[in-house]
């Protein structure tokens, strides 16, 4: 598989796009004509730097407004042809993109088009050139790739094809089925690109909102597996219109891209694999079993006040690790390490960011298969030395820099307590009821959450839910869950520092995990057991269960047990979601205990704007009046 991607898809200056496209492991470029115009040198210094980035130029794009004039029109549309194709033949390109027309003077007419395709064919012919026609979905006649493969099919020339681009076919809804009927080799280049489903107007869609294939909500695979079907073997490329990325930083949009093609051309041959491979084959995803542990590094002089919290939160020691200062904090089915090394990754997240978060493990079907599909997407992969005897645990790095491992469920999940832990002898732990993992919640800029969304479904079989916006007093929180079997991600990402999670990364200096939350499976005796063990519980106001009870109906009795024990309350036609917060501790971390009965889907965001500004009111420093 040929891979591109049009320069336009990302921010910085041409030489800056470049090493960025080369870095991610693109086979070539589109030049958009206007980097190419903003950018100091010739064609021939272009065309030399492009391919001492080991690069091709796949396309040279867009050419606009060309078929279907009137004289004198029609002539200046030769006369600009011309100067492109001397333009393109200096850069080292066959190949140029010509937009269907919105010149206002077009008159449309698809053998009109044709007759003016095959003119140019035979000009382009000449010059050993090629001319791709591509529908634009806001074409002012040709809107539709059927409209321009039949111009392409009268036009009749052989150096005149199709080009499609999954944006302008699926923002139409266009079945894409319909490619299928196009002979592969008429078709001169595909363009990839994805979009959320919003409704707005194509032109405005396109130009500030398409993403990576998989990080939208179009049927991108779809119409990739029906470009396959017709035997297409030419590059395949991104061309992304996004404010997010132009703002971005260039590396990481590039390998986004890169994963986002490697990822898709997976989907498409699982989904269909009689079609060719066109990449070497990839382990297949697969969904989380469990979380085998949560890691938090910290220090010496911190250690007391994390370990308190963790005690007061029903977790008991149960465990040293055998080489390292970690100890082992057990309830139900979480285990959490606190981990006081001072040297190692673990140390350096502490130094980096504060007491943190500094790895999750999580529990896969075959732990290696899933690094190996990791790596293969460009996840960045980590080896750490282990002591002889100890388990070798595969890792790759995560949101925030931190680590993602991954234990084998039929061996290291559980092997690893009796393998690297003493366990000194103790009474039973009675704990507080709290059972398993429900959810951990990461924090970050909001312009990265596109792309860790799709790391999490890329390198897992995972869902994404609807995005949502969480109101906080200071500004809005975009926030999205993506599900894999056992494990639940909230991405909560920060437009602004005044926010509460704005504040939280500013203040870590990009630590991701913001909480976790704990379920259990009785929230009031929780509550109950809690409150003996002295947990720092998150105080909410009267208000909110004066509401909470009109909203939903609930008995005064019932609202008095949730205001006694400071539980909010949700429901969704599926069943009801309990809440119990934590106090935030000084770096920003807090946990959540949930209570999930029935169905209930969703993470309690009608009841954010409501726990914000109450840990906002907890965080004011004493004597600060409250307004």
């Known amino acids: 598989m040929k891979t591109s991607i049009a320069t336009v898809s990302i921010s910085g200056d041409f030489r800056e796009k470049l090493a960025a496209i080369a870095a991610a492991g693109f086979d070539g470029i589109e030049i958009f004509e206007q980097d190419f115009i903003a950018f100091d040198g010739t064609p021939r210094e272009v065309g030399a730097m492009v391919r001492d980035h080991g690069l091709d130029i796949t396309l040279f794009q867009p050419f606009r407004d060309f078929e279907g004039l009137p004289n004198p029109l029609r002539a200046q549309a030769f006369a600009r042809a011309e100067r492109k194709f001397d333009l393109m033949a200096e850069l080292g390109t066959d190949l140029v993109l010509v937009c269907s027309s919105v010149h206002p003077a077009a008159m449309g007419g698809i053998d009109r088009a044709a007759d003016d395709f095959r003119a140019l064919g035979e000009i382009a012919a000449s010059r050993g050139l090629r001319v791709g026609y591509e529908a634009l979905a806001w ?107 132009r703002a971005g930083l260039p590396r ?198 596109l792309s860790w969304a799709l790391f999490y479904t890329a390198i897992f079989d995972a869902s994404k839910a609807p995005m949502v916006d969480v109101a906080d007093p200071d500004g809005l929180v975009r926030s999205q869950a993506v599900e894999s079997g056992a494990l639940r991600v909230t991405l909560n990402g920060a437009e602004t520092r005044r926010t509460l999670a704005g504040r939280f990364i500013a203040d870590s200096f990009g630590s991701a995990v913001q909480h976790i939350a704990l379920a259990s499976d009785d929230i009031f005796a929780t509550a109950a057991a809690l409150a003996q063990r002295g947990f720092p519980v998150l105080k909410i106001g009267q208000n909110y269960y004066d509401d909470v009870e009109a909203r939903f109906g609930l008995d005064p009795t019932f609202t008095a047990q949730l205001r006694a024990a400071n539980i909010l309350y949700d429901q969704d036609p599926g069943g009801a979601y309990f809440q119990i917060y934590s106090q935030a501790r000084p770096e920003g971390f807090f946990f959540e205990i949930v209570q999930r009965t029935g169905q209930y889907a969703g993470y309690g965001a009608a009841n954010a704007p409501f726990r914000i500004a109450a840990q906002k009111r907890a965080s004011r420093p004493s004597g600060m009046p409250q307004l």
């Not at 199709?162 to 319909?178: A, C, Q, W, Y």
């Not at 080799?185 to 979009?195: E, H, K, N, S």
């Not at 269909?272 to 697969?286: D, I, R, Y």
């Not at 469920?409 to 993992?437: C, E, K, N, Y």
């Open 139 to 245: 074409g002012r006649h040709v809107h539709d790739h059927r409209d321009a493969w039949e111009i392409v099919r009268r036009a009749d020339h052989p150096n005149v094809g199709l080009i499609v681009d999954s944006f302008h076919t699926l923002s139409r809804k266009i079945d894409p089925e319909t490619i299928r009927r196009i002979p592969g080799d008429r078709i001169f280049f595909v363009q990839l690109a994805d979009a959320p489903a919003i409704e707005m107007d194509l032109l405005y869609l396109s130009r500030h909102f398409r993403n990576m294939p998989g990080e939208g909500d179009l049927n991108v695979t779809g119409f990739m597996r029906a470009v396959q079907a017709t035997g297409y073997g030419g590059p395949i490329s991104l061309e992304i219109f996004n404010d997010q990325f």
């Open 252 to 449: 990481l949009v590039a390998r986004d891209g890169h994963r986002a093609l490697i990822d898709l051309m997976d989907r498409v041959h699982r989904a269909e694999p009689n079609l060719p491979m066109v990449q070497p084959a990839l382990p297949e995803p697969t969904p989380v079993q469990g979380v085998g542990f949560i890691e938090f590094a910290t220090s010496h002089a911190e250690v007391a006040d994390l370990e308190s919290l963790l005690a007061a939160t029903g977790f008991e020691h149960t465990g040293q690790h055998v080489s390292k200062s970690v100890r082992l904090w057990q309830q139900g089915a979480i285990n959490l390490l606190v981990n006081t090394e001072t040297t190692g990754f673990a140390h350096s997240a502490y130094v980096t960011h504060g007491t943190t978060v500094s790895d999750i493990a999580l529990i896969m079907p075959n732990a290696q298969a899933t690094h190996t599909r990791a790596c293969a997407l460009l996840a960045e992969g980590h080896d750490q030395t282990v002591a002889e005897g100890e388990l070798a645990i595969p890792a790759i790095r995560g949101v925030g820099g931190s680590m993602v491992r991954f234990l084998d469920a039929d061996s290291t999940a559980h092997s690893i307590w009796q393998t690297d832990f003493h366990h000194p002898p103790a009474p039973a732990p009675m704990g507080a009821g709290l059972t398993r993992v429900d959810h951990i919640a990461q924090t970050m800029a909001y312009d990265e959450m």
